[in-house]
């Protein structure tokens, strides 16, 4: 397991106010239904007393996850590198690959990064590739499945202070 689990503000933000949530909200009113259906009886065939206790499994479950997560979370701001042209955590990164099709990528930590919205966790093969060099810099980038491509770095951008 990873000892550094990094983080950017936001990215903190989001994942504390969901455990935030989990405990001070949704926690409680599962508690309150589990309790409500155990009172009414019979509890083998009782829907709301065996959902409820499942629901209770994997919030518990989940808070358990975030405080884990949240406890060895290192928090770094990518602002601090604004204007820069070197890529580090945080950085958006504009490239290009060797059949000419430009992508461009955030890199961000494990627990926040969404593929779907272009970004990758600072341990993914492409920000291990793209981490430390420069705009315009061509690097070689090992793919997942083992071929090698020439990938050059077009722009680098971090969110202003």
């Known amino acids: 397991m990873l000892d550094k689990n990094y983080f950017t503000p936001q990215g903190y933000a989001r994942l504390r106010g ?33 959902y409820g206790k499942k629901r209770l499994r994997e919030i518990d479950r989940r808070i358990r996850f975030l405080t884990k997560r949240l406890e060895i979370a290192e928090i770094i701001d990518p602002s601090i590198h604004y204007g820069r042209d070197q890529i580090f955590f945080g950085a958006t990164v504009c490239y290009v690959d060797e059949s000419g099709v430009e992508r461009t990528v955030t890199i961000k930590g494990i627990d926040e990064s969404d593929s779907l919205q272009g970004e990758v966790s600072w341990i993914s093969p492409i920000a291990r590739t793209l981490i430390k060099a420069r705009t315009g810099d061509v690097l070689r980038f090992t793919m997942p499945n083992g071929a090698i491509e020439e990938i050059e770095v077009l722009s680098v951008n971090y969110p202003a202070p």
């Open 18 to 50: 969901e455990l935030l949530d989990l405990i001070d909200h949704e926690r409680p009113k599962i508690v309150e239904i589990v309790h409500w259906a155990a009172s009414n009886g019979d509890r083998s065939e009782n829907g709301d007393y065996i």
